[in-house]
């Protein structure tokens, strides 16, 4: 019997808890501006402010927080970005509750330590929903680096983003599903979508995949976190984030790291009709938020590219349900998720960078079917292009504005072409790790 120290599992726990202290050491203390929106919406429950909560809707995403928080902050020694709380209300009830009991910079060390391993297990759920028995200490190695590395993990940590949490929680969705926990599946699908709403889309795929038995824990946990959050907060404020919701869906907005497919052709194609914006006077504030322009681009879509935008949410759907169906009980039967989820995100209107962690989580597995040179030579390709330091190698290239976006879209719009190849023609061939 080997020692406890030889064991995969506990040489995981201590790779974990490795990288968590790297993190927490690197990025503890980081403003956070994901995590302070949060913060700020629920300051403004805390305070009765419910109109400062969401920004105002001006008929576009223009990426600016509500005027209240510049004017609250103005005077501070506060001069780092500041987002719009873009969550469900009852995130801002939960949070302004926790604004009573202790500080921001409290809240955010403990999530500064605790994201870092929620990242890892990630990459251990995406292992067992592909087939791995056991851990495998390397192939977590190499998913650690992967995404603590790229602007995919890396920018997730820094900003302590709440995405972390939902891509752990739609991976243990599935990996419980395919354990036949359905319970549990059903739960964790239902808070990932109380946080995020497009993991509830996942559902239908649970479906086709044979895993009926978790609709039902699904619909009851989810009718029981929306039924409290419109009893905490009340209905008109969930008018308020559906209209959010809707005009995001309706925004094209370019931004470095925006990597989906509605600002790659914004760019290629309609950047004449994006024009660089000014900065209103009243959203300046310290150093991030005092050009006289917004450092992005945004614009409303036409019905035309809303349209597109719904076929193609369609034909996702439909085709992932098809695909799932068809493969269920089949060794590519997890891929699948890995594929899906990656064109629901670059389909979707808008995704980020950390958007796809839950999709780079099963990029170390591809090394169960192909040779690990070769899997060492894709993933480089792939990864090196949205590496920490890449951007510094597109500055000087000005054929389109935000150059870092074009290459992090094809990069990933090639690691779910990868993936896909793995699925199609490697995944029935024994694993060889």
């Given at each position: ?5 030889q064991?995969?599992a ?8 490795v ?8 990025y ?6 994901d995590?302070?929106a ?5 300051l ?6 419910v109109?400062d909560?969401?920004?105002?809707n ?6 600016l927080a509500?005027?209240a928080w510049?004017?609250?902050l103005r ?8 987002y719009?709380?873009i969550y469900?209300?009852i ?15 409290t809240?955010s060390?403990?999530a ?10 990630c ?8 087939g791995?028995?056991?851990v495998n200490?390397?192939l977590?190695?190499?998913?650690q ?8 993990g ?14 752990f ?31 509830a889309?996942?559902i ?9 038995k978790m609709?039902l ?7 029981a976190l929306g039924?409290?959050?419109?009893a905490?907060a ?6 308020v984030?559906?209209d959010q ?5 309706q925004t ?8 989906s497919?509605?600002p790659?052709?914004?760019q290629l ?9 000014e900065r209103?006077?009243?959203?300046k504030l310290?150093?991030?938020?005092e ?8 614009a ?8 597109v935008?719904?076929g193609?949410?369609l ?10 169906h068809?493969?269920r009980?089949t060794?590519?039967?997890g891929?699948?998720?890995?594929i899906?989820?990656?064109l629901?995100a670059?389909?979707?209107p808008?995704s980020?960078s950390y958007?796809y962690?839950a999709?780079?989580?099963f990029a170390?597995?591809i ?6 040179r070769?899997t ?11 590496s920490i330091?890449?951007p510094v ?7 389109v504005?935000?150059p ?11 690691f ?11 995944s029935?061939?024994a694993?060889?790790v």
């Open positions: 019997m080997p020692r406890f120290y064991r995969p506990f040489q995981a726990f201590l790779l974990i808890a990288m968590a202290i790297l993190s927490y050491t690197s503890a203390g980081e403003p956070a501006p995590l302070y949060s913060w700020l919406a629920g403004a429950w805390a305070n009765g402010t109109g909560i969401y920004p105002q001006t008929g576009v995403f223009d990426l509500p005027a510049y004017e609250q005077g501070t020694d506060y001069s780092d970005a500041l719009p709380f469900p209300p995130w801002a009830v939960l949070t302004g509750a926790l604004t009573k009991i202790t500080t921001y910079s809240f060390a403990i500064s330590f605790v994201n870092p391993i929620i990242l890892s297990l990459v251990l759920l995406a292992g067992r929903i592909v791995l028995k056991q200490v390397i977590l190695v190499a998913g680096v992967l995404l603590f590395t790229t602007w995919v890396q920018l997730a940590l820094v900003q302590n983003q709440p995405q972390i949490l939902v891509a929680l739609t991976l243990l969705a599935i990996e419980r599903a395919r354990a036949q926990h359905n319970f549990s599946a059903g739960a964790a699908l239902a808070l990932a979508a109380s946080i995020k709403l497009y993991p889309v996942f239908f795929f649970f479906i086709a995949s044979g895993h009926k609709v824990p699904f619909i009851l946990f989810g009718a039924g409290l959050s419109v905490l009340g209905w008109p404020l969930h008018v984030f559906l919701v809707k005009t995001i869906a094209v907005l370019i931004t470095p790291i925006s990597f497919i509605d790659l052709v914004g194609f309609f950047v004449d009709d994006l024009p660089q914006m209103p006077d009243w959203a310290g150093t991030a938020n050009g006289t322009h917004l450092a992005y681009l945004f409303a879509k036409s019905d035309l590219w809303k349209q935008n719904s193609i949410a034909i996702l759907l439909a085709g992932g349900c098809w695909a799932m068809k493969a009980n060794a590519k039967s891929w699948l998720w890995a899906f989820m990656g629901y670059l389909a979707s808008l980020w958007h962690i999709i780079v989580a170390p597995y090394a169960r079917h192909i040779s690990p070769k060492l030579l894709a993933l480089a390709c792939v990864f090196l292009p949205i330091p890449a190698l597109y500055l000087g290239i000005s054929i504005p935000m870092f976006q074009v290459f992090g879209t094809v990069s990933l719009i090639a779910v072409g990868l993936v896909t190849w793995v699925a199609i023609f490697r029935q061939i694993p060889k």
